[in-house]
């Protein structure tokens, strides 16, 4: 997941936490400005306006509300070549929380990946060219509870490929439609090279075909 450019709206030296514009590239070169203003009556829910630039000239291609975390926080990514963003929800959350829109060639909008908000934290792989995706969530025991998620975007919703988990004592796996619990405990991934052991788990996987 890569992070491109983020522009804070502000009114002389004052950062405004319910206004912010973020530049996006799309892959033919294209820049579009993505506005958010918060809703001044809820704060949980911010007004997006995506415009189109050309040259000197701007149009409004998108007006769509979502919900969102105050102060208000919007990246621009892309993920797989996709152009998209990111809108922060419930700062509270260890390992990201975020909405994921990526922007639809076929429609022209950006629209809403179903289920990313809940994967957390976002890591990628690339094997033989191609780019695999992995996910890290917390679920409590001192961060002994977990799940990774080794996935794709499939029609703009999340398709789980695999995933590795703890239940704050033993690993459970599931691989294609097939869950099990493995035969080890948690403590082989529970301790300071716990990511880095998920980056290689996941990449031994992907070299044997899963």
């Keep these: 997941l890569f992070s491109l450019s983020l522009l804070a709206q502000s009114n002389g030296n004052e950062i405004r936490p319910e206004n912010q514009t973020v530049l996006l590239k799309k892959s033919n070169g294209e820049i579009l400005r993505i506005h958010g203003q918060i809703c001044s009556e809820t704060k949980d829910t911010v007004l997006i306006t995506v415009e189109k630039i050309n040259n000197t000239k701007t149009s409004i291609i998108q007006k769509f ?3 969102c975390t105050f102060p208000l926080e919007i990246k621009s ?3 797989n070549d996709q ?3 990111l809108i922060k929800y419930d700062p509270a959350v260890k390992n990201v929380n975020c909405f994921l829109y990526l922007f639809n060639e076929e429609i022209n909008k950006l629209q809403q990946v179903i289920g990313f908000r809940n994967l957390g934290m976002i890591k990628t792989i690339l094997n033989n060219g191609k780019t695999y995706n992995y996910s890290y969530a917390s679920c409590g025991c001192a ?5 990774s998620v080794l996935f794709k975007i499939q029609n703009y919703q999340i398709d789980t490929l695999a995933y590795l988990s703890c239940d704050c004592e033993k690993l459970i796996e599931r691989m294609g439609k097939n869950e099990k619990k493995a035969s080890s405990n948690c403590d082989n991934f529970n301790n300071i090279n716990k990511f880095q052991k998920k980056d290689t788990y996941w990449k031994e996987k992907i070299k044997n075909g899963l």
Aim: aromatic share 8%; glycine share 8%; proline share 0%.
């Design 143 to 147: 961060d002994n509870c977990w799940k």
């Design 65 to 67: 509300k979502t919900i």
């Design 77 to 79: 990514n892309s993920l």
């Design 83 to 85: 152009a998209g963003i």
